[in-house]
């Protein structure tokens, strides 16, 4: 499966997180970052399947409650 990457501000809307939240799990090795070198603003992208997914009114797409604290991913855990 291939990754569908995203940038910071779609990777906080999906989760209903805010993007400091998105900064601070990727630190914190919950989340990879993806760096594209053409981007000039900020080249770091998010690979969805990793994001947790918020929950949302299917019709209005307001946010009900924000995705769970993902897991540490199991690589971060070796290369510390």
């Known amino acids: 499966m ?3 990457l995203i940038t910071e501000d779609l990777a906080a809307y999906w989760t209903g997180r805010p993007p400091t939240t998105i900064r601070r799990w990727a630190a914190e ?14 080249g770091v992208l998010y690979d969805l399947a990793e994001l947790p997914e918020a929950k949302r009114d299917p019709d209005t ?5 924000p995705g769970p604290m ?11």
């Open 70 to 80: 993902p897991d540490i991913i199991e690589t971060a855990l070796a290369a510390a």
């Open 29 to 42: 090795g919950r989340l990879t970052r993806h760096h594209d070198r053409v981007r000039r603003r900020n």
């Open 61 to 65: 797409r307001a946010l009900i409650e």
């Open 2 to 4: 291939s990754e569908q």
